[in-house]
């Protein structure tokens, strides 16, 4: 999917919502930047997908992009009602600014309009080519990159945020695996040889008060995430799904 951008205003802003235009694709603003894309794109997708189809997700870490995503779905009643329910989530720890976007992606285009595709992709790479050095957002950033390189100065620092509680789901990637709805007949060594499939184990631990609770630590975290979404939801008795995510740091 291609760089969709909402019509800014002359500020180089999003205009406002006063008259916004209700379509396929949301764009979304003040993510944490610190979060890998991969993961940042894995994230809204799994938080969107309750609503319905997600077509795409775009994410990118270049300077004019990022702490923003676009997030496309099949039709722009499911697009509506997940803005309407999300908006506002703190997505790690940072809460989503939601608007709607002012063009169509080109996975909503391919999926409603294919034969404008072709059409849509050129009307796009032509409007890139002008605006790209006319683009009020990207003058902005090198206005700012370059002012910081004269005097060295720091960006601001953000108003102090309340302490939301992350959801379990939602945790950025740890070496360590939290382990929920075990059997309570589950030993040591059981996990051990489920575990150790997947390369780099370095630990189980178990608790002996809590015993349908675990944790599972790897090397590193590449490691723990393939062993995470590999087993997440896997039924260890035949009955009980257990669930995987990352500890809290």
Known sequence: MQDVTPTLADNGTPEPEGDEIV??????????????????????????????????VVAHSNLRMRGQAFVSFASPEIAQKAMKEVRGFPLYSKPMQITFARTRSDAVVKRLDAANLEQHTSKRAEQKRRTRYSNPLKQKFKAKRMAAEIDGAAAAPAARRPNVQMPDEYLPPNKILFLQNLPESVTKDQLMALFS???????????????????????????????????????LDGENKIKITFARK
């Open 197 to 235: 499939q997947y390369p780099n184990l370095h630990e189980v631990r178990l608790i002996p008060t809590k015993k349908d609770i675990a944790f599972v630590e790897y090397m590193d975290e590449g490691s723990a995430g393939i062993a995470k979404d590999a087993l997440h939801n896997y039924k």
């Open 23 to 56: 379509s396929e694709t949301l764009y979304i603003q003040n993510l944490n930047e610190k979060v890998k894309i991969d993961v940042l794109k894995a994230s809204l997708r799994g938080l969107f997908k309750s609503y319905g189809e997600v077509l795409d």
